[in-house]
């Protein structure tokens, strides 16, 4: 199958006035700079960005027009939206970790379901506005610990907050779609559900890949809570890329393409924590790994993957980066910059070679 993102066929958001919520975070930093790349007018709008995030060490507030704001901000979002009329928006703002959201579950709901109310409010308004990419999290579906992928029919819920903020983003979603967005026939809307990623410059506390970088930049030992549960690692690049792919399509066709969307790797990407780690250290060239079960620790999935036919079939979209070459880039990505490199050009590199390469 070939995977339809590349150079020419995003083409179409040369010019186009594109909004990112979150573009201060790990995966906005990357979408925002494609964007970039893409020609694309780019308005961030998003808390103001940890000090050593890949938001600064690219430089993106020179590339792409940055604003700081909250998204629980209803007021400052629709004067945004009033002066800039976007045309595209792609909502990522969000609180994004489990843990974290066992010890703010307040904060947690609070941006993760009144922040997308406020998004989706503000977007209700918006007459300029003709493509919605709205992000959820594959941690959306109510986890049975099956051993198959959840569709996007599946039932939605969640037993820890964070989760529970996600499947409660997509009710809240519906219903602004139901109730007012598919009675606008020339505006496109879609949620998206994509598994873990990985790729250079995420920094964030309590996940796997800065987790596990830290400990070899400081010889420590990387301490594996579960090492044995089991998630659908992705490179950041291949659901931004079939982001840009569906939110080209909705602009195109809204109402083929409009609904809720799968973008996981395939079954080869499906590993665990431990295979991760153990990968990882391979690469870097040393390192070792402790494991330290926790009784007491916050409850988290142990079993968890999408299946994505409905994007294969409908959208001709399939993951461009397998297990091994996702991990090879993410840690060619850290090793290069922490040794000097530009992590501007690197990054642009990566990018420009994941549009140009074929994939059947």
């Known amino acids: 199958m070939e995977n339809l993102v590349k150079r020419d066929t995003l083409t179409i958001f040369q010019g186009k006035r594109v909004l990112i919520t979150g573009h201060t ?3 906005g930093a990357w979408l925002g700079l494609w964007l970039s790349e893409l020609g694309a007018e780019v308005v961030g709008y998003a808390l103001p960005p940890e000090t050593d995030s890949l938001f600064n060490r690219l430089g993106l507030a020179q590339l792409i027009r940055h604003i700081e ?6 007021e400052r979002l629709q004067a945004l939206y009033h002066e800039f009329q976007p045309e595209v928006l792609f909502h990522l703002a969000a609180q994004a970790l489990v843990r974290l959201s066992y010890q703010e579950p307040k904060l947690t709901f609070d941006t993760n379901v009144g922040g997308a109310v406020n998004v989706l409010e503000a977007s209700r ?7 919605i990419i709205f992000v959820t999290s594959d941690k959306c579906y109510r986890n049975r610990e099956w051993i198959w992928g959840y569709r996007e029919n599946d039932e939605l819920g969640g037993n820890d907050p964070y989760s529970a903020s996600k499947a409660a983003a997509e009710m809240v979603f519906q219903a602004y779609v139901h109730s007012f967005f598919q009675k606008r026939r020339n505006l496109g809307v879609a949620s998206v559900r994509a598994g873990n990623i990985l790729g250079g410059g995420d920094w964030a506390q309590d996940r796997l890949v800065p987790d596990v970088i830290k400990a070899l930049v400081q010889d420590k030992p990387i301490i594996l809570r579960n090492p044995d549960a089991t998630r659908p690692w992705q490179h950041v690049l291949d659901p931004l890329g079939a982001y840009l792919l569906l939110a080209a399509r909705l602009y195109e066709d809204p109402q083929a393409f409009s609904g809720s969307w799968n973008f996981g790797p395939s079954g080869e990407g499906i590993r665990s924590v431990g295979d991760v780690a153990e990968k990882i250290i391979t690469l870097w060239g040393k390192g070792t790994i402790r494991v330290e079960r926790q009784t007491d620790a916050p409850s988290e999935a142990g079993l968890l993957h999408l299946c994505c036919d409905k994007a294969k079939r409908a959208l001709n979209w399939s993951p461009k980066w397998d297990f091994e070459r996702t991990v090879e880039e993410t840690v060619l990505w850290y090793k290069r910059v922490m040794s000097g ?15 140009e390469e074929n994939h059947d």
């Open 125 to 131: 308004r918006s007459e300029a506005l003709r493509t």
């Open 69 to 74: 704001g909250d998204v629980r901000d209803l």
């Open 25 to 27: 975070g790990f995966k």
């Open 341 to 355: 490199a530009s992590a501007l050009e690197l990054t642009k590199g990566q990018l420009q070679a994941y549009m």
